[in-house]
């Protein structure tokens, strides 16, 4: 008899992937600038360390969120005590006027439409149950986010198809990719429950179109099915053109009267726009109500915790701290973003054009011994135990085509990340000097045994003389 379930046995979670093999990498030899100079760089994980002390200036200056008081009298046993799952009021209202504002105020969202969930996996995950039975299918355009494996599959059971998108036209969706990934689920026997795009892209660090968003909405209406927008890095949005969210345009295409006006739903956190991975804030938001319900007596087994609703509300409530931070958030991260692109161009690397996010999509190709996944490999360890950085490989992102890396840029100091970038440098020119010396050891050998064969053709001609 088998003592454990087949969930805790099996190895479906996804973490063997290479993906998290590098942070374990990382974590066995961590980088420090003072303690371990010539350690692992984590060049693997998308976290945002711009704008900390932007925040920490602002708990500085409001004492009474951060000591959980109100008007000067603690409400520390208030808000230790049993909290309703529905979400603190005050903060719903905050984080969609907050949701709104990032969007331009463009679109408006409904705070009892929102549901508050223990980060953006507990939200993807909770739309998954929501929308599909085990062994139905989304499908998602690469490459994405690796974690989408664990995220969206493990627990419950629903199968991810891919929309195969390529280089040829910077990886944008096309009508042509979206039915092939149809007609391959098809095929497998899998019902097609939905799409689900993350908008600005991870790991490319682009926005997605006006176009492809109309051709989504299409795509989703003609086949009766859902699309799922995981907006969490909209606000890091620090170049043109501008984040366009998909509740844009189905207001734009006038569709609150229609059915697909239910059959979409945002993801958003606070993870990445605001850089509080650690407090587990996200949430979903959805005009079907039977979703919002569900999804709503789902969070029970991920609540976010009454303290964090409370300082969040108080932050998120100050426009003019909000004002301020995106444009200076969006600002940095731009700094950010163009000197690893510079410091890489030096190195004869060039990126993904990109203007979002918090990596870049890196295209390391002239370094692959050869066009294959296992040349991807190959160089991807050497730059992990050689070179001492960690990069995401896009076979991790279910890339299609060989040597495209992830970058990270944001979780790191400017010094630290010139380190990264002339570790990166002296190791591309380090293999430039192997393959110059490479092939002038094969010229020479070209050369010594065409020299031999000219001897050797030149004696038997004497030989021939003589003879006659």
Not at 62 to 86: C, M, P, T, V
Not at 102 to 109: E, L, Q
Not at 146 to 170: H, Y
Not at 316 to 333: A, C, V
């Amino acid at each position: 008899m088998r003592l454990l379930s087949r969930k805790a046995t099996c190895n479906t979670h996804g973490q063997d992937s290479s993906y998290f093999l590098g942070w374990q990498e990382y974590e066995k030899n961590p980088y420090d600038e003072i303690k371990n100079p010539t350690g692992i760089i984590q060049m693997g994980l998308a976290e945002n360390q711009l704008s900390f002390d932007l925040l920490e200036s602002w708990l500085a200056n409001n004492q009474d969120a951060s000591g959980f008081k109100k008007d000067g009298q603690s409400i520390f046993r208030e808000l230790a005590l049993f909290q309703d799952y529905h979400g603190l009021p005050a903060f719903k209202k905050a984080m969609v006027e907050f949701m709104a504002e990032i969007r331009g105020n463009k679109v408006t969202f409904d705070q009892n439409k929102i549901v508050l969930t223990a980060g953006a996996t507990s939200a993807n995950e909770t739309l998954m149950f929501c929308l599909a039975e085990p062994g139905e299918a989304f499908l998602l355009p690469t490459p994405y986010y690796p974690g989408f494996d664990r995220d969206l599959k493990w627990r419950t059971e629903v199968e991810i198809v891919p929309i195969q998108c390529t280089s040829v036209n910077d990886f944008k969706i096309t009508a042509p990719a979206l039915e092939e990934a149809f007609q391959e689920a098809q095929k497998r026997n899998l019902r097609v429950k939905g799409v689900l795009v993350t908008n600005p892209s991870n790991p490319l660090g682009t926005t997605i179109t006006r176009n492809e968003l109309n051709l989504l909405l299409s795509f989703i209406t003609e086949k009766g099915i859902h699309l799922i927008s995981d907006e969490i890095y909209s606000g890091t949005v620090f170049s043109s053109p501008g984040f366009v969210s998909i509740m844009e345009v189905l207001k734009d295409r006038n569709c609150e009267s229609t059915q697909v006006w239910n059959r979409v739903h945002v993801v958003y956190s606070l993870s990445k726009d605001l850089g509080l991975p650690g407090f587990r804030v996200g949430a979903i938001y959805s005009n079907d109500d039977m979703v919002v319900s569900a999804a709503t007596k789902m969070s029970s087994f991920g609540l976010v915790s009454s303290q964090t609703q409370y300082l969040l509300a108080a932050l998120l409530s100050d426009k003019k701290f909000t004002r301020n931070y995106i444009l200076e958030n969006q600002t940095r991260l731009k700094q950010r973003q163009q000197l690893l692109v510079k410091g890489l161009e030096k190195a004869g690397i060039s990126c993904l054009k990109s203007n979002a996010g918090l990596f870049c999509w890196v295209n390391l190709k002239h370094l692959l011994s050869s066009n294959t996944f296992d040349a991807e490999m190959e160089l991807w360890k050497e730059i992990v135990h050689q070179v001492k950085l960690n990069i995401s490989p896009g076979s991790s992102c279910h890339c299609t085509e060989p040597g495209w890396f992830r970058v990270c840029f944001a979780n790191m100091s400017e010094e630290t990340l010139n380190l990264a970038i002339q570790r990166l440098k002296s190791f591309v020119e380090s293999m430039n000097n192997n393959r110059s010396h490479h092939q002038l050891l094969k010229n020479s050998r070209r050369k010594s045994l065409a020299s031999k064969w000219v001897f050797r053709l030149s004696f038997d001609h004497d030989r021939e003389s003589e003879e006659r």
